[in-house]
């Protein structure tokens, strides 16, 4: 019987156990963020539910899960895998939740201070960024902005950094952070780093040509003076605005993947929370607080086609969340290669790239799209070059070969080399999201221009608006949460192997 002798029960009714408690935990801990990230509430209490839910990612979980990880191969070590790849975050989770809790109230609380005495709410800044037209407003903004990061926000996030690896070290699981990681994700780093560096020298000549071009004609600036505030503000393309009104934003959406078959909040499973408050984020995200029942979609506003762009990318995360099959066990539906569920909002946020969907849904003149659409191929490939170059710095952040005090200079260095736009050594423990999570954008980006060729092939070029495609997208895509790898699934529904080379030439046509 089990117990007896110090016998263990069997794995599958632990896992099962661990199920049960580890989406709980989640359900938890995801509302609290969705409160504390959009504004209503001033800060996050996470410690607590970290300590009411600490069964669910105790030591003898951790070693239920690592044991069937270490056990199994193949397809049989799928489920382990994602497991132990949450426990691992979890447990991360756990040790920095207070150093959270601190950078979240932060940020909520802090306020920039002008030379000139003027203040800003540190949570508005990149939306007062990009729309400043004057470059020494913009600049000062951005500076001030910096020296408080420096010296106040910059450090806790060294800290959490550094704390982090400790915790990961201590599990024992991998050689090192990145081997962990490629062990846990199964996707390896290094090739991808490999691909990025040779992105970059690929398209280096066409962003030398088109880069003095796009900063003259929108700011006025000659390369030598363009900063990341710069940038920030010349993908804001306000001469567009009037094509994107924020009135007809929420309705031509709903229109078009109603015309696509399917329901644009998964028949009020998706609840839209897009109006301005304060303490609100400026960076906006899906919240999916209870899969697939109850999934947020939050964005403040910042203006025109930024936030069309932003709207159709969460909300291809929130499609995906709320159209997932129940039947899925937790770690289907809530873990996984969130590349899957990026590629989803990419393949929704480019159809403001196609010249199809942006003539039926917005207000753009056809004599302005060559024009629009040759702005958005050089923002296309001007993000794509920033993440590349994040990802390679960010393996050398966590290789450990480079001392912590040489991260700020290599961070700019490696930046401003990929963007042209001169970066600020602030940002440099910021502009580095968790786990690695530059590659799974990376991956989206790849994964969803197969799908759109797919798509295309199956339902023609305007397969957004096929009645047919709608149910095969939530059926084949969605509906199969993110058990597979991107790259599985690209292979599963025939879309081919990822790679850069479809987004170069989408990018050489929208130039032109």
């Not at 056990?71 to 497991?83: D, F, H, K, N, Y």
């Not at 007809?248 to 998706?270: F, I, K």
């Amino acid at each position: 019987m089990p117990g007896e002798r110090g016998e263990r029960p069997r794995l599958d009714d632990g896992l099962d156990a661990l199920r049960e408690r580890g989406e709980a935990f989640l359900v938890e801990l995801s509302r609290e963020y969705y409160d504390a990230h959009a504004g209503l509430k001033g800060e996050a209490q996470l410690q607590p539910i970290f300590a009411k839910h600490a069964a669910a990612f105790d030591d003898e979980a951790f070693a239920l899960v690592l044991d069937r990880f270490r056990a199994t191969a193949g397809e049989a070590q799928r489920a382990p895998r994602m497991l132990l790849d949450w426990l691992v975050e979890s447990r991360c989770g756990r040790e920095l939740a207070a150093l959270d809790e601190r950078e979240i109230a932060w940020e909520g609380a802090a306020t920039i201070t002008l030379p000139d005495g003027s203040v800003e709410p540190y949570q508005r800044a990149a939306i007062t960024i990009a729309n400043t037209r004057d470059k020494r407003e913009r600049q000062a903004l951005d500076d001030a902005r910096a020296r408080l990061v420096n010296r106040e926000l910059a450090p806790m996030k060294l800290e959490k950094l550094q704390r982090e690896h400790d915790v990961v070290a201590s599990l024992g699981i991998g050689g090192d952070y990145i081997a962990t990681w490629e062990a846990l994700s199964g996707v390896e780093i290094r090739p991808l780093r490999d691909a990025c560096a040779q992105f970059l020298r690929d398209t280096q000549a066409m962003w030398d040509d088109i880069l003095p071009e796009f900063l003259k004609r929108g700011l006025g600036l000659a390369p030598s003076e363009a900063s990341r505030a710069d940038a920030v503000a010349l993908m804001r393309a306000p001469e567009f605005d009037g094509a994107f009104s924020a009135d007809a934003l929420e309705r031509e959406v709903r229109r078009q993947v109603t015309e696509m078959g399917a329901s644009a909040d998964a028949h009020g499973r998706v609840i839209f929370d897009t109006g301005d408050r304060p303490g609100k984020r400026a960076r906006a995200f899906c919240s999916p607080v209870r899969i697939p029942d109850e999934v947020y979609l939050v964005l403040r506003p910042h203006g025109g086609q930024n936030d069309w762009t932003t709207f159709m990318h969460e909300l291809g995360h929130a499609l995906h969340f709320a159209n997932m099959r129940r039947d899925l066990p937790f770690e289907f539906r809530w873990l996984g290669d969130n590349s899957v569920t990026e590629g989803y909002a990419m393949l929704f946020d480019h159809r403001l790239q196609d010249r199809g969907w942006l003539s039926r849904y917005t207000a753009l003149e056809k004599n302005d799209l060559p024009r629009y659409l040759r702005a958005a191929g050089f923002e296309e490939l001007q993000f794509l070059r920033r993440y590349c170059a994040k990802l390679i710095y960010e393996v050398e952040l966590h290789s450990g070969t480079t001392p912590w005090t040489s991260l700020p200079d290599l961070y700019v260095e490696t930046l401003s080399s990929a963007t042209g736009f001169r970066y600020q050594r602030a940002d440099a423990y910021l502009d580095v999201d968790p786990r690695f999570y530059a590659a799974r954008y990376l991956r989206a980006w790849q994964l969803q221009a197969v799908l759109n060729q797919e798509l295309s092939e199956r339902f023609n070029e305007d397969w957004w608006r096929n009645p047919t495609a709608g149910p095969w997208i939530e059926g084949e895509l969605f509906g199969h949460g993110q058990r597979e790898l991107a790259s599985e699934q690209a292979t599963r529904v025939g879309a081919g192997d990822l790679s850069f080379a479809p987004l170069m030439t989408a990018i050489e046509q929208m130039l032109g």
